[in-house]
């Protein structure tokens, strides 16, 4: 049973954070955009879905307003880079650092409960299983909406638009030759980075049942882990989507991050994601993989010469 719960949980959070590393996908390697905003619209799509479920908007409205609100968010990091010249990294800062304070002055205070609400996640179907068998319907219910965000992205990345919207970050001169804004382009793949994750936010608070403002911390360090897992995955395995490695690469973080959590215990979890997370950058940069073949390949001279 404990094997079970401890499954259900690795999946569902995997998804979830699945759709917070779609969005981050869009601006680190579509855009090449150092988006550090995530930060604060995590928690900004939490507030919002909170606040209009306790004031008795139906919970499907509720989840398109917090991806409105992401939008919203992720135009304004875009407004600061592009409109004011700031470097792309301080304005994903300053649109972070000004949510905090927006979000707790949406919430009127540090939490917003909801428990006794009906959501995607907490309604009368739901609740008339038992524990582990609620907490799969709920595994399901996440995995439904985490694969309509994928098809969309993908259906998006595959029209006019979508095409431009990659080549502003792999070769914005032809974007301008084609008499094109890349800015604009810009503006769009943040607003959309940030609708995503500001829904994964309502999703997370679903799940909890709970808005609480501190549930954004290490948001983009997690995403941008689970991004990289998943990029290394689609490119050793043929003809697989980006897309789909980075929902593989976020449920293999969490199954990585509950064992070790499990084994040194809850107290060291930000020390554990920054470990895993260094552990992750240097398997991109390749260091791993030439250590071993310098490793395997000396045995190999010895041998040879033995």
């Known amino acids: 049973m404990f094997f079970l719960n401890q499954v259900g949980t690795v999946l569902e959070m995997g998804f979830i954070y699945a759709v917070v590393a779609l969005g981050v996908y869009i601006t680190y390697k579509i855009l090449d955009f150092p988006d550090l905003s995530v930060d604060g619209t995590f928690p900004l799509g939490g507030v919002v879905f909170s606040v209009l479920l306790?004031?008795?908007?139906?919970?499907?409205?509720?989840?398109?307003?917090?991806?409105?609100?992401?939008?919203?968010?992720?135009?304004?990091?875009?407004?600061?880079?592009?409109?004011?010249?700031?470097?792309?990294?301080?304005?994903?800062?300053?649109?972070?650092?000004?949510?905090?304070?927006?979000?707790?002055?949406?919430?009127?205070?540090?939490?917003?409960?909801?428990?006794?609400?009906?959501?995607?996640?907490?309604?009368?179907?739901?609740?008339g299983f038992d524990r582990l068998g609620a907490a799969y319907i709920?595994?399901?219910?996440?995995?439904?909406?985490?694969?309509?965000?994928?098809?969309?992205?993908?259906?998006?990345?595959?029209?006019?638009?979508?095409?431009?919207?990659?080549?502003t970050g792999d070769n914005p001169q032809m974007v301008t030759q084609l008499g094109?804004?890349?800015?604009?382009?810009?503006?769009?793949?943040?607003?959309?980075?940030?609708?995503?994750?500001?829904?994964?936010?309502?999703?997370?608070?679903?799940?909890?049942s709970v808005f609480n403002s501190s549930m954004g911390t290490g948001t983009v360090v997690i995403a941008l882990a689970c991004v990289i897992i998943g990029c290394v995955v689609s490119k050793h395995i043929r003809r697989m989507k980006d897309t789909t490695g980075v929902i593989i690469g976020a449920v293999a973080y969490y199954a990585i991050l509950t064992v070790a959590m499990l084994l040194l215990g809850s107290d060291y979890t930000q020390l554990i994601v920054a470990v895993l997370f260094v552990l992750v950058l240097v398997f991109d940069s390749g260091l791993i993989g030439r250590a071993v073949k310098k490793l395997f390949g000396g045995r190999k001279k010895e041998e040879h010469h033995a």
């Open 54 to 127: 306790t004031a008795g908007c139906p919970w499907a409205v509720a989840m398109v307003a917090s991806f409105a609100a992401g939008c919203a968010a992720g135009l304004v990091t875009g407004l600061l880079h592009v409109k004011l010249k700031i470097n792309g990294l301080l304005s994903g800062i300053i649109t972070m650092t000004a949510l905090l304070s927006v979000n707790y002055l949406i919430a009127g205070g540090p939490m917003v409960s909801f428990a006794k609400e009906t959501t995607l996640l907490q309604n009368g179907f739901v609740n």
């Open 138 to 167: 709920q595994v399901a219910l996440t995995l439904v909406l985490l694969a309509a965000c994928k098809v969309a992205l993908d259906l998006f990345l595959k029209t006019k638009m979508g095409f431009l919207l990659r080549a």
């Open 180 to 208: 094109k804004n890349i800015d604009n382009y810009k503006m769009l793949g943040l607003s959309l980075a940030n609708g995503l994750v500001a829904l994964a936010g309502s999703l997370y608070c679903q799940y909890n």
